[in-house]
C-alpha cells in the first residue's frame, strides 16, 4: 500500500444500479489500486459475487431500481465483508442494524469514496 495507491491488492465489490455512478466508483478504486469486482446493478448478480468473489470489502447502493433492499448487506455482514454504503437514502432510512456503518450520499465524490472504503477495507 501507498499513499497514492492506498488499496493496493484489495477486490472491491460495486453494487450500483445507475451506470454512471457505477463507472464513477469503479475509476475512483481503479485509480487507487483496487481491482474491482462488478459493477453489479441487481441484487441477484451482487450477492452471488459477494459469495463467490471473495472480497475485501464492498460498495453498495441501497436501491437496485425495485426499492430499497438490505439483503446484499445482510449477506455481507455474515460473511464478514465489510461495507459502504453508496446511497441517497439518508440514514433515517437505514436499519438499525447498519447504523455504524460508513455511508456516502449521493453524488459521491471520488475522493471522500477511496477514503471510506479504505477506512472499512484496512480496518
Known amino acids: 500500500m501507498t499513499i497514492e495507491h492506498p488499496l493496493d491488492g484489495k477486490l ?3 453494487v450500483e444500479d445507475d451506470y454512471y455512478q457505477a463507472d464513477d466508483a469503479t475509476r475512483a478504486l481503479e485509480a487507487a489500486g483496487a481491482k474491482v469486482l462488478g459493477p453489479f446493478a441487481d441484487e441477484i ?3 452471488g459475487a459477494l459469495r463467490n468473489g471473495s472480497p475485501h470489502c464492498a460498495v453498495l447502493d441501497i436501491n437496485l431500481g425495485v426499492g430499497p433492499s438490505l439483503e446484499i448487506a445482510r449477506n ?3 460473511l464478514g465483508v465489510p461495507i459502504v454504503f453508496m446511497t441517497g437514502y439518508d440514514e433515517k432510512q437505514i436499519a438499525p442494524e447498519f447504523m455504524n456503518v ?6 459521491v465524490n471520488a475522493r471522500a469514496l477511496v477514503a471510506a472504503v479504505a477506512k472499512v477495507c484496512l480496518a
Do not use: C, D, S, W
Open 76 to 78: 455481507a455482514a455474515v
Open 45 to 47: 448478480g451482487g450477492i
Open 12 to 14: 472491491i465489490l460495486i
Open 102 to 107: 460508513e455511508r456516502l450520499q449521493k453524488p
